[in-house]
């Protein structure tokens, strides 16, 4: 099957949309995917595709024990392609278009216990793990805002920092002090990184291997994921996200403010962390009652 389309719609994605290039590629895989299902099909005319080859690749997936996120985010991108298809009236139907988005059962975001924090931050960290801790969880940023973080985008003076969200949304996010040691310790020793690699600072990212190679998400993940041992649990960074914002809202913070800190376009996303405080709430009144 000639897949030029394929292509054209992750170019009008890129730049009509602004996507990230994390999603850029979640969408290609996702239709990639099923591209080669309906070849194996015998369709080699996306014009031919009906509603029953969608069904039929969905009810494929679920025998394969995909998990419910994988099947909805396949399924948005099979609604996003077939839409944007016949707007550009490269066809004249839409077999996605009553296609239903599965219903994912809201589950609350894992979140860390101040002591479990202090646990991490005052163990033996080197001048980036710290850095990397207090940026996830003082500033509440996603991993991808971290790893594409420049030095050019932090005042250290006035302590905030110009990150770029999803859809290359920007937004200024202020740190505290402990964030502002963290850093200053740690331009010291990238300065010397650059210095012993012969490297010059033209648009390198702030975090920096100690042989001058860029720090990856994967590299992050891992970190972070060793730090979980530390306290006995399986934390990813996007918990210390969750935790920066579980904490602010316990402590009398608006709503409204922490959506813009953690760069929600919809309020309802950043809500969720209410239901994480009021399950606290009730969890600490039941254990003290328990105890008298």
Known sequence: MDIWYLSEYLE???????????????YRRDLTDFFEYVTERSL??????????????????????YSPTSVTRKVASLRGFFKWFCANEY????????????????RLPK?????????????KLSEREAVIVE??????????????????????????IQCYGKGSKERIVPFGS?????????????????????????KLPLLLR????TVTRQDIYDFIRQQGEKIHKHISPHTLRHSFATHLLENGADLRVVQELLG???????????????????????AINNRS
């Open 135 to 160: 940026l996830l969880y003082g500033c509440g940023l996603r991993v991808s805002e971290l790893v594409n973080l420049k030095l050019s985008n932090i005042d250290i003076k006035s302590k905030y």
């Open 210 to 213: 100690d042989n001058g190679k």
């Open 178 to 202: 402990k964030a502002k040691t963290a850093l200053t310790k740690y331009f010291k020793l990238r300065d010397y990184i650059l210095l012993n690699n012969n490297l010059k600072d033209k």
């Open 111 to 123: 979140v860390m216990t101040i002591d479990e924090l202090n646990t991490i931050l005052n163990s």
């Open 91 to 106: 066809g004249t139907k839409n077999p996605a278009q009553t296609l239903e988005q599965p219903k994912l059962p809201k």
């Open 44 to 65: 080699a005319d996306v014009c031919k595709i009906e509603r029953g080859d969608l069904n039929a690749y969905i009810l494929k997936l679920r025998e394969k024990k």
């Open 264 to 286: 929600h376009s919809d309020v309802a996303t950043t809500q969720l962390y209410t239901h994480i405080t009021k399950k606290r709430l009730k969890e600490v009144y039941f």
């Open 12 to 26: 009008f994605l890129e730049i009509e949309k602004g996507l990230s290039q994390n999603t850029l590629d979640a």
